[in-house]
């Protein structure tokens, strides 16, 4: 993970320029997910970067704990906070430093593709989140419309997909970690489109 963690802090200075092109993706996942917010919501963010969905969550809940494995995403990001009830935190997904049934539901951005270890990522979200807790969880989906050489420039870079999803696996790589699934969509985008679910902590 360490090689990992140096890439992200390198890029974390371009990052939000870098993806304001995709800032309609991570407002369509808002919008999908925003039937399923309330206002009194303890969120709890894995993957913030440098606040892209953050920011647009927090007009719908309560609090968001916003956290990232990078140094350097949350010192970024924390110079973009306008709002006062988000709290940035430097945090590991597989060891999260917050106490079981913490959060009323989990947001996990475009992290499940890149991590090696994404089973344990869900099994941290699971234990924090509340009985009835909900995950929202946005990835990257292999579909016929995939953009094959701007991934492969991505790569030369550093930036890896280390899992690869169709819908269908999202979805049963999701309720296999033991989550009940509410809603499944797919949003265009490059260099892959993006797959959203909608899941819920049972017990």
């Known amino acids: 993970m360490k090689g990992d963690k140096e890439f992200w802090n390198r890029g974390a200075k371009f990052y939000a320029t870098f993806m304001k092109k995709n800032e309609r993706v ?4 808002v919008e999908l997910i925003a039937p399923f917010l309330q206002d009194n919501l303890r969120v709890l963010e894995i993957g913030c970067a440098t606040g892209q969905i953050t920011f647009l969550l927090s007009s719908f809940v309560d609090e968001v704990i916003a956290t ?8 970024y990001a924390n110079k973009r906070k306008s709002v006062e009830n988000i709290i940035f935190e430097v945090a590991d997904a597989i060891d999260l430093p917050y106490e079981d049934g913490s959060f009323d539901a989990v947001v996990i951005g475009n992290v499940l593709h890149i991590v090696s270890d994404a089973d344990k990522v869900l099994a941290e979200a699971m234990r924090v989140l509340k009985p009835g807790g909900r995950l ?4 990257f989906i292999d579909t016929e419309s995939k953009n094959t050489v701007k991934l492969k420039v991505m790569k030369l870079f550093g930036f890896n997909v280390k899992r690869e999803f169709t819908r269908e696996s999202y979805e049963e790589y999701i309720t296999a970690a033991g989550f009940e699934m509410l809603k499944s969509e797919v949003i265009a985008a490059s260099p892959l489109d993006e797959g959203v679910v ?3 902590k049972n017990k």
């Not at 990232?68 to 010192?75: F, H, K, P, T, V």
């Open 136 to 139: 929202f969880a946005l990835t």
């Open 26 to 29: 991570y407002e369509n996942f």
């Open 68 to 75: 990232d494995y990078s140094e350097r995403m949350i010192e």
């Open 198 to 200: 909608v899941a819920r």
